[in-house]
């Protein structure tokens, strides 16, 4: 430890480590796998950075925040650091760069995202180099007990396995007690070495305002305008919702701009900068801002619509004041805002049907098969992270076995004639290349090969083929593309009764459903809360506060509970149900059943209806405003 201190002296130009750093590092550096749960900004990046730096091999970070990666890259690379980063932002040209630096060696820290690892090249390119470290970020994606629960997380364990990592760090800002255990469980981390840090930061202070919606753009504008100038975010749950504040915000006289996942890549990057450079700034964003942009001294963060989860509210609040002085978080309570939340997490349950189909599809395949998952979704009916979900937990139940993912179609552009390539190699090799190559299609200037047939024709396995035009890449003899990701699967049993484990798989998907609107209602409790709202906050993580802290709302309005307003209770327009009859007579097959009706109703796409173009049709969205319980009952009344 005393060469990680002078690290952290030298490099990092820190005197001492942060609470909870040292533990971490120290598991680490010898040779134990560790948890590390620290709030948003308190230093869970140095914890596998700075090993990386005294640890022989590569270091890979896994991560699903682009703007975490290309921050954290920046600043490593004027350190004069080795640190790369492979997302969806890079180009071929920059991917195939990286990917030869990768398999030379010359990389200290690589940084990529879960779904990179469906990418047959990327790990067979990283099982070829010594991974001393497999840090995961966000890793109370692992839990389905979590509040933002990601298929592809589970297998991560089992890539670090693949490419024999010799030590992983998993790292999260928001876990409850069962979270944590998940994920130590998921990553075979011993619980002695999970550190967890204080959630409690003295310099918030945290509000909540119920009032109605009309009231909420002018109580907005009046907070920021008369606290003091500095760096805000605004939270709100829709994208057009974030352009529409954004404008009325700047017609006010704040330097304010929307962020969200429908603008393009580079406008997101320049919103970032813009944010992270500017003393006064406000961002009108999803959830998709925040995460990973290093500033510290943010003054305020405001909830313009309710947050998902307490989970969300402590990340989110968390990105203010991270210089450990005074910021402000406020949440504006409109419960009409339940609607669009509550609808995002009813519009990923999949019909009943939906999951009886994708059985009979699955289990009247050959022994062994490669799907489509885009292909599988739209058949279906079932969203891409439900269906991704669903295949999960055949795996999980020991149904499937899934094996490693491939790219239908090859593509390569040569960069010289093939004579000048085979001229180049000798005996087996060239012979081998010569019927490869003989196996490819040409069109314009980009020739298609089939890996099977190739491998099939040289007699051959498909790695070999796949490794001999990588090899070829990397000469700079060809370009190569690649497209059309296919899953592998083996089935391992049959059920015994289709119709039984569609019930049951069902069942776990409207679970997952009550326990997502449960969130949404521990947020209103906290808001109601009769008692302090930091200290209630605190309990869910499991960390109380022995009095109450003085600086939020129930403490500073005398120790009253706040009055939230009732949720409005629309009515039907019963006119509505001959037009919605009509509509079921027109499309049988994909409104039979109450649920999936009530979701178009709603204003809830679905992969059919996209299919289908139905998100244009007049009654779409008809009842956006009524909550989904209420259209479920009512369309249930006429289909069932």
Request: hydrophobic share 40%.
């Given at each position: 430890?005393?060469?990680?201190?002078?690290?952290?002296?030298?490099?990092?130009?820190?005197?001492?480590?942060?609470?909870?750093?040292?533990?971490?590092?120290?598991?680490?550096?010898?040779?134990?796998?560790?948890?590390?749960?620290?709030?948003?900004?308190?230093?869970?990046?140095?914890?596998?950075?700075?090993?990386?730096?005294?640890?022989?091999?590569?270091?890979?970070?896994?991560?699903?925040?682009?703007?975490?990666?290309?921050?954290?890259?920046?600043?490593?690379?004027?350190?004069?650091?080795?640190?790369?980063?492979?997302?969806?932002?890079?180009?071929?040209?920059?991917?195939?760069?990286?990917?030869?630096?990768?398999?030379?060696?010359?990389?200290?820290?690589?940084?990529?995202?879960?779904?990179?690892?469906?990418?047959?090249?990327?790990?067979?390119?990283?099982?070829?180099?010594?991974?001393?470290?497999?840090?995961?970020?966000?890793?109370?994606?692992?839990?389905?007990?979590?509040?933002?629960?990601?298929?592809?997380?589970?297998?991560?364990?089992?890539?670090?396995?693949?490419?024999?990592?010799?030590?992983?760090?998993?790292?999260?800002?928001?876990?409850?007690?069962?979270?944590?255990?998940?994920?130590?469980r998921g990553f075979d981390i011993d619980t002695a070495c999970?550190?967890?840090?204080?959630?409690?930061?003295?310099?918030?202070?945290?509000?909540?305002?119920?009032?109605?919606?009309?009231?909420?753009?002018?109580?907005?504008?009046?907070?920021?305008?008369?606290?003091?100038?500095?760096?805000?975010?605004?939270?709100?749950?829709?994208?057009?919702?974030?352009?529409?504040?954004?404008?009325?915000?700047?017609?006010?006289?704040?330097?304010?701009?929307?962020?969200?996942?429908?603008?393009?890549?580079?406008?997101?990057?320049?919103?970032?900068?813009?944010?992270?450079?500017?003393?006064?700034?406000?961002?009108?964003?999803?959830?998709?801002?925040?995460?990973?942009?290093?500033?510290?001294?943010?003054?305020?963060?405001?909830?313009?619509?309710?947050?998902?989860?307490?989970?969300?509210?402590?990340?989110?609040?968390?990105?203010?004041?991270?210089?450990?002085?005074?910021?402000?978080?406020?949440?504006?309570?409109?419960?009409?805002?339940?609607?669009?939340?509550?609808?995002?997490?009813?519009?990923?349950?999949?019909?009943?049907?939906?999951?009886?189909?994708?059985?009979?599809?699955?289990?009247?395949?050959?022994?062994?098969?490669?799907?489509?998952?885009?292909?599988?979704?739209?058949?279906?009916?079932?969203?891409?992270?439900?269906?991704?979900?669903?295949?999960?937990?055949?795996?999980?139940?020991?149904?499937?076995?899934?094996?490693?993912?491939?790219?239908?179609?090859?593509?390569?552009?040569?960069?010289?004639?093939?004579?000048?390539?085979?001229?180049?190699?000798?005996?087996?090799?060239?012979?081998?290349?010569?019927?490869?190559?003989?196996?490819?299609?040409?069109?314009?200037?980009?020739?298609?090969?089939?890996?099977?047939?190739?491998?099939?024709?040289?007699?051959?396995?498909?790695?070999?083929?796949?490794?001999?035009?990588?090899?070829?890449?990397?000469?700079?003899?060809?370009?190569?593309?690649?497209?059309?990701?296919?899953?592998?699967?083996?089935?391992?049993?049959?059920?015994?009764?289709?119709?039984?484990?569609?019930?049951?798989?069902?069942?776990?998907?409207?679970?997952?459903?009550?326990?997502?609107?449960?969130?949404?209602?521990?947020?209103?409790?906290?808001?109601?809360?009769?008692?302090?709202?930091?200290?209630?906050?605190?309990?869910?993580?499991?960390?109380?506060?022995?009095?109450?802290?003085?600086?939020?709302?129930?403490?500073?309005?005398?120790?009253?509970?706040?009055?939230?307003?009732?949720?409005?209770?629309?009515?039907?327009?019963?006119?509505?149900?001959?037009?919605?009859?009509?509509?079921?007579?027109?499309?049988?097959?994909?409104?039979?059943?109450?649920?999936?009706?009530?979701?178009?109703?709603?204003?809830?796409?679905?992969?059919?209806?996209?299919?289908?173009?139905?998100?244009?049709?007049?009654?779409?969205?008809?009842?956006?405003?009524?909550?989904?319980?209420?259209?479920?009952?009512w369309v249930g009344e006429s289909v069932n």
């Amino acid at each position: 430890m005393s060469t990680a201190h002078d690290v952290l002296r030298q490099t990092f130009g820190f005197e001492r480590f942060r609470p909870g750093q040292e533990e971490v590092v120290g598991h680490l550096l010898a040779g134990r796998s560790a948890a590390a749960v620290f709030p948003t900004g308190s230093g869970k990046s140095l914890c596998y950075q700075l090993p990386a730096l005294l640890l022989p091999g590569l270091t890979v970070v896994v991560s699903p925040l682009i703007a975490l990666m290309k921050e954290q890259i920046d600043r490593l690379q004027a350190r004069g650091i080795q640190a790369e980063r492979l997302d969806s932002t890079r180009d071929a040209e920059q991917v195939a760069a990286i990917t030869a630096s990768l398999r030379a060696g010359q990389l200290r820290m690589l940084y990529v995202a879960p779904e990179r690892f469906n990418n047959e090249r990327f790990r067979a390119a990283l099982q070829r180099v010594r991974v001393s470290l497999f840090a995961v970020d966000e890793a109370h994606c692992i839990s389905e007990w979590g509040h933002n629960f990601r298929p592809d997380y589970l297998k991560l364990a089992h890539y670090a396995r693949a490419c024999r990592a010799e030590r992983i760090l998993a790292l999260t800002a928001t876990a409850t007690p069962q979270v944590l255990v998940d994920v130590c469980r998921g990553f075979d981390i011993d619980t002695a070495c999970a550190i967890r840090t204080g959630f409690y930061r003295s310099n918030l202070t945290v509000i909540a305002t119920p009032l109605r919606a009309e009231a909420r753009d002018d109580a907005l504008i009046q907070r920021l305008t008369s606290q003091p100038p500095g760096a805000s975010i605004v939270y709100v749950t829709l994208q057009r919702t974030a352009e529409e504040v954004a404008s009325r915000l700047a017609a006010a006289g704040l330097p304010s701009r929307a962020y969200h996942a429908g603008l393009p890549d580079e406008v997101r990057t320049q919103i970032q900068d813009w944010f992270a450079q500017a003393a006064h700034a406000v961002v009108v964003a999803t959830i998709a801002f925040g995460m990973g942009i290093d500033k510290a001294d943010i003054r305020a963060v405001y909830h313009y619509n309710l947050p998902k989860s307490l989970e969300n509210l402590s990340q989110e609040i968390g990105r203010a004041g991270r210089d450990d002085l005074p910021a402000h978080c406020e949440m504006l309570v409109c419960p009409r805002d339940l609607n669009a939340l509550e609808n995002f997490v009813y519009g990923d349950t999949p019909a009943l049907s939906s999951v009886h189909g994708l059985l009979q599809d699955l289990f009247g395949r050959s022994e062994e098969f490669d799907v489509s998952l885009y292909d599988l979704s739209g058949e279906h009916d079932i969203r891409p992270l439900v269906l991704n979900t669903l295949l999960m937990y055949l795996e999980l139940d020991g149904y499937l076995e899934a094996g490693t993912p491939f790219y239908a179609r090859y593509q390569f552009q040569p960069l010289c004639t093939s004579a000048e390539i085979l001229a180049r190699f000798n005996g087996e090799r060239r012979a081998f290349l010569t019927t490869i190559l003989a196996q490819a299609a040409k069109a314009k200037t980009w020739f298609t090969i089939d890996l099977e047939k190739a491998a099939t024709a040289a007699g051959a396995t498909r790695d070999r083929v796949m490794s001999a035009l990588q090899y070829l890449e990397e000469q700079r003899l060809l370009t190569l593309k690649v497209e059309g990701v296919r899953n592998r699967y083996r089935r391992l049993r049959a059920p015994a009764k289709v119709n039984d484990l569609a019930r049951t798989l069902h069942q776990r998907t409207l679970e997952r459903e009550k326990r997502e609107i449960d969130r949404l209602r521990q947020v209103l409790e906290l808001v109601g809360h009769d008692g302090c709202l930091v200290s209630h906050l605190g309990e869910h993580f499991g960390e109380p506060l022995a009095q109450p802290c003085g600086h939020c709302s129930w403490c500073l309005n005398g120790h009253r509970a706040a009055a939230i307003p009732s949720r409005p209770v629309p009515t039907i327009d019963p006119g509505l149900r001959q037009r919605v009859d009509v509509l079921r007579r027109e499309q049988p097959v994909l409104f039979a059943e109450s649920r999936a009706l009530a979701r178009f109703l709603c204003g809830l796409t679905s992969p059919r209806l996209s299919r289908a173009r139905l998100s244009s049709h007049p009654l779409f969205g008809t009842l956006d405003q009524v909550p989904f319980p209420q259209v479920l009952a009512w369309v249930g009344e006429s289909v069932n």
